[in-house]
């Protein structure tokens, strides 16, 4: 085997596997008796080991062979799991990831210490005067029900009376069978080439995924002969066994697949729909760069679109009306095939979470449980991989200074245990991620004090807070009501860095909190940072954009309708005062002479900034449009005030704007959002 054919491949599957490791053991460590947990270490553990031996990574081999030997006296229950040894398996943890990073630069690692590492090991798991989590007992296989829909049981009928066979295929791989993956979607294939499956156990994801032990089974409706599918099989290497045993549906529908209770109820969905062939989509790995460039295309496709229909609007052309349709019909179907791609599961973000929560929480002294919600939910790589920053910084911030130590809590009436909820929703076009906690909340009154004792805002100004507004002064960059710096807060950076770092993706950021009970922060990121909705408006004979995500609605209004409200000029809308601002005087941009008539309607965008709405007044609106989203120089990209640029139609460039920066620029301090 060319090992360095094959070394991208291993290097982001062990990541896969070394998250699967310490998720499952964070899981453990709280529940020794969570069964699928230890069998997913064995199969995680399992897996990198004969993975890092083909390669020829033998430290790695080395190690998670030691791993294994170690656990495998806590499973049958002959040992227990100890708080000692749990560390241990996270540093032997650590120490993987290490050598991951380190094989993306160059193509050995060192294992000078690794003796030690395992000597470590070892102690820990022979040392039972450690303190002790009950011992895991896993309970022996059971014979279970192998349930068929209704759907599905017709189509065995139909089957049946059709003189088609239908068998039941149990696939065993080799104990060093590398690339389960690979191997089992070969199988998958051979196997849906002779016939139809109707059932997998465990699921089609799952097996494809390499979520099995070394068996999986499938029920497959065929013409063809047993031994032309045990052929089939077979001649796919790294494959131990075949069986392929005539199925009966027995009264009770009841069949003798050996597993679990636990393992049944889970893992038993369809891969067949009643009527229809449905096998799983065989996939490919892409280069993301190759991605990238495709979305690129994309984005030039899409001015390329924009510019011909000015044209032909311009010329009058109706004779191009139809193409232009259809050219329309296919740029969009395009396009979202793209996007669809380029989605990725935030769950490869919140995956890393709960053993940097469990490190933080147990260095702190502090009890926390992480719960994750909506780990499926889709969003642009683009947008994962610059949301794990501020993400971290949340969370760290909630186990720090919102999560009480377990005396204070039970002082306040509450469990021993914090919690913090990591929850992720899609709202239409947009994501919305939410860090919660059951803390401590935060003290309008100490963070009025704290920012005027640190020079970021006068007394004055405070004062005339609401606690809401003086809540979100805790985004101000240096802004931290701790005394001494640690390593984990007092710096001032936190949620400045976190607000910051979503305003810079077009996203909105806010805090809401109650003192005794526990605050949360709410981050809504757009789907995609690359083709975005935007209002083209006009200011100052200047065009700029205005993402369609920013915007809650826009209005007409006559001038007599402004109030002066405290020196500023505002609006009542629907009994919500609305403060205004004009879009020229906002960017310093030139003054063009205008006789304002007050007969006539002057176009205003509300816009959401924070937690609050503000009017945006504009010279004329000039419409609608996707827009393809273009990096400024960097010369430029400092800027605040702007996200990027886009090419209109005609040609010219328009600004594309970032309303928060702009009015946060104007009120010369940022806790208006």
Not at 345 to 366: E, G, H, T, W, Y
Not at 498 to 506: F, H, I, P, R, Y
Not at 546 to 552: D, F, G, L, R
Request: net charge negative; hydrophobic share 40%.
């Amino acid at each position: 085997m060319n090992n360095n054919e094959y070394k991208d491949i291993f290097l982001n599957e062990a990541r896969e596997y070394l998250s699967n490791l310490n998720n499952s053991l964070v899981v453990l460590e709280k529940d020794p008796s969570h069964l699928e947990s230890i069998r997913e270490i064995f199969r995680a553990a399992h897996t990198l080991k004969g993975m890092s031996a083909t390669m020829g990574y033998e430290p790695m081999t080395h190690l998670t062979h030691q791993m294994e030997a170690v656990l495998e006296p806590i499973r049958s229950g002959e040992k227990k799991l100890t708080s000692g040894l749990v560390d241990c398996l996270f540093a032997c943890l650590d120490r993987l990831e290490k050598w991951v990073k380190t094989l993306d630069q160059q193509e050995v690692i060192d294992g000078g210490d690794i003796q030690e590492m395992i000597g470590r090991l070892q102690d820990a798991v022979h040392d039972q005067t450690a303190s002790s989590i009950p011992s895991l007992t896993v309970p022996s296989p059971v014979m279970v029900s192998f349930r068929l829909t209704d759907a599905e049981k017709e189509i065995y009928s139909q089957a049946r009376m059709n003189g088609f066979s239908i068998f039941k295929v149990t696939v065993e791989l080799q104990p060093e069978c590398v690339f389960k993956e690979v191997r089992s979607f070969m199988v998958l294939k051979n196997i849906n080439e002779l016939g139809e499956i109707i059932k997998s156990f465990p699921s089609g994801e799952d097996i494809t995924g390499g979520k099995f032990d070394r068996e999986f089974t499938v029920l497959l409706i065929t013409e063809h002969k047993s031994d032309e599918i045990r052929t089939a099989i077979m001649e796919i290497s790294e494959i131990q066994e075949t069986k392929v045993t005539t199925y009966e549906l027995e009264e009770g529908n009841v069949d003798t697949s050996r597993t679990s209770k636990e393992e049944n109820s889970k893992n038993s969905p369809d891969l067949m729909t009643a009527g229809e062939k449905t096998f799983m989509v065989p996939t490919i790995r892409v280069h993301t760069s190759k991605l990238d460039k495709l979305m690129v295309l994309v984005q030039e496709l899409v001015i390329s679109k924009t510019r011909f229909e000015q044209v032909a609007f311009n010329k009058d052309l109706k004779e191009l009306q139809e193409p232009l349709s259809q050219l329309n019909f296919i740029t969009d179907e395009l396009q979202d095939e793209i996007m669809k791609v380029r989605l990725i599961p935030v769950k490869q973000i919140f995956d890393r979470f709960p053993r940097m929560v469990r490190d933080l929480a147990k260095s702190l002294n502090k009890q926390v449980n992480l719960e994750m919600e909506g780990v499926d939910v889709e969003l642009d790589r683009t947008v994962i991989e610059e949301m794990g920053e501020p993400l971290v910084h949340l969370l760290r911030n909630a186990i720090d200074h919102g999560i009480e130590n377990a005396n204070e809590r039970v002082q306040e009436g509450k469990k021993t245990s914090g919690t913090i909820r990591l929850q992720a929703k899609r709202e239409r076009s947009f994501v919305v991620i939410s860090v919660s906690d059951d803390g401590k909340g935060i003290d309008p009154e100490v963070v009025r004090k704290a920012s005027v004792e640190k020079g970021l805002i006068s007394a004055d100004d405070v004062s005339k807070m609401t606690d809401e507004e003086a809540i979100r002064l805790i985004a101000m960059p240096g802004f931290s009501t701790i005394k001494k710096v640690t390593e984990v807060s007092g710096r001032g950076v936190g949620v400045d860095v976190a607000k910051t770092k979503v305003e810079s993706l077009g996203g909105n950021f806010r805090i809401f909190s109650r003192k005794g009970q526990g605050t949360t922060f709410i981050l809504r990121f757009p789907l995609t940072l690359a083709i975005i909705k935007a209002l083209l408006v006009k200011s100052s004979e200047e065009v700029f954009a205005i993402p369609v995500a920013n915007i809650v609605e826009t209005i007409d209004m006559f001038p007599e309708e402004e109030r002066i409200l405290q020196q500023q000029e505002t609006l009542i809308l629907r009994d919500e005062v609305i403060p205004l601002y004009r879009l020229r005087e906002l960017l310093e941009l030139e003054e063009k002479p205008v006789t304002i008539d007050s007969k006539a309607l002057e176009s205003v965008i509300i816009v959401e900034v924070g937690d609050s709405r503000v009017g945006i007044k504009v010279d004329q609106i000039l419409g609608q449009q996707e827009i393809a989203i273009k990096s400024l120089d960097k010369m430029l990209k400092g800027i605040r005030g702007f996200s990027g640029a886009t090419i209109q139609g005609n040609g010219r460039i328009a600004l594309i704007l970032d309303v928060n920066s702009l009015i946060e620029d104007l009120k010369g301090r940022r806790y208006y959002s």
